[in-house]
């Protein structure tokens, strides 16, 4: 099965440096999402429940705010990410830029007998 944008014979091709910088952006976006919801739930007091909540059950909160804050970071439009992708978009290069391609084969330094 062949990826789109793939040449046959060579691996997927490599995301553009606007991708991989959306990319980042994004998993910066949900952590600081998984901060927050951290912080919302340690200011709520545990004390006066009937059960203590267990290590499990810690555990397992603590992996639900990590999904919900990647949920929130994928499904923002114009949160903390896009910004971030602005500002820091303008210094990549133009992505209709022609990409220089390494020498070909048998170029460069000739031994001729």
């Given at each position: 099965?062949?990826?789109i944008g793939?040449?046959p014979?060579?691996g ?26 951290q ?8 004390e006066?429940?009937?059960l203590?909540?267990?290590t ?8 639900l705010d990590e ?5 929130a ?6 949160g903390?990410?896009?910004?971030m ?8 290069p ?20």
């Amino acid at each position: 099965m062949s990826s789109i944008g793939a040449v046959p014979g060579q691996g997927p091709t490599p995301p553009s440096a606007r991708d991989r910088l959306e990319q980042q952006a994004q998993a910066l976006e949900s952590v600081f999402y998984a901060q927050l919801f951290q912080a919302m739930r340690q200011s709520v007091p545990s004390e006066g429940g009937l059960l203590a909540q267990s290590t499990g059950e810690q555990m397992f909160t603590g992996m639900l705010d990590e999904q919900v804050a990647r949920f929130a970071a994928e499904r923002s439009d114009s949160g903390l990410a896009a910004a971030m992708t602005k500002q820091l978009g303008r210094n990549l290069p133009p992505e209709d830029a022609a990409v220089t391609a390494a020498p070909a084969a048998g170029s460069g330094n000739v031994r001729r007998g």
